[in-house]
């Protein structure tokens, strides 16, 4: 006798940029997550997303390198969480952060990560060919959904422009560097192979046409789930992201 189908879950909730923001103040406000303790949980989900799109074994250079590149806010820091955890899985990244942030908890982040040993660039190199041969994987960490950043994407123009030609796979973090987040792609947008959403994904997303789409939202208090109406994937075992199918229209 055939068991009845298990009820089909429903799609998750894409979130507007608005929503996204409250969701984080109240995960700061009434949640009382510090703003360090939730850097530190996206950055590390973003490097198993990346050990579960290149693992070690695939990676077609000898050498595990990977490349990460922050931008001066919120999402420049969580790559630099994720560059520090990288190391740890034994990958071999290097940073390039142009425009240090004078924040404080910024400034810890990159010492971590220069008492790990790190590599910082001084400056990306405009021969896109030296990134190639250099890099199994780009991490985009440069702008993320931070549009209200003042300095905006006029001085990472040139670091898009960079990313856009780079024929090794991009992995973004939350929001490709140069996406509308609510609409998604543009002219001066990028277009990654790997995508992770941070707590759940954006409106964006449903623009993104790359290999994978990881979501790290497991941490998320269950009330907050229930009010944002966030539909979460299922997370295997002790999983802290798990890959997204294709939304449906």
Not at 18 to 38: T, V
Not at 61 to 90: E, M, W, Y
Not at 100 to 114: G, V, Y
Not at 194 to 219: D, E, N, Y
């Amino acid at each position: 006798m055939s068991s009845a189908p298990s009820p089909r879950r429903e799609d998750p909730r894409y979130l507007s940029t608005a929503e996204a923001e409250a969701m984080e103040q109240e995960l700061l406000r009434d949640y009382r997550f510090g703003r360090q303790q939730l850097i530190e949980i996206w950055g590390h989900a973003c490097a198993v997303a990346v050990t579960k799109a290149f693992p070690l074994p695939s990676l077609p250079r000898k050498q595990p390198t990977v490349l990460v590149v922050c931008g001066p806010a919120q999402n420049g820091a969580i790559g630099l969480v994720c560059a520090r955890h990288l190391r740890s899985f034994d990958y071999e990244p290097t940073i390039f952060y142009p425009k240090r942030s004078p924040d404080p908890l910024h400034r810890d982040f990159t010492t971590q990560c220069e008492k790990m040993d790190i590599p910082f660039l001084s400056y990306l190199p405009t021969e896109v060919q030296l990134i190639n041969d250099a890099y199994n994987a780009v991490v985009d960490a440069v702008l993320g959904a931070e549009e209200e950043v003042g300095e905006g994407r006029g001085p990472c123009a040139p670091i898009l422009a960079t990313l856009r030609l780079v024929r090794i796979p991009i992995v973004s973090l939350d929001v490709p560097s140069g996406w509308d987040t609510e609409v998604g792609g543009s002219g001066g947008g990028i277009s990654p192979e790997v995508l992770v959403s941070l707590s759940a994904p954006k409106l964006c997303s449903r623009r993104f046409l790359g290999r994978q789409h990881f979501v790290a939202g497991r941490f998320l208090p269950y009330d907050l789930q229930k009010k944002f109406e966030l539909n979460p994937p299922q997370y295997p075992g002790t999983e802290c992201v798990v890959a997204l199918p294709p939304p449906r229209e």
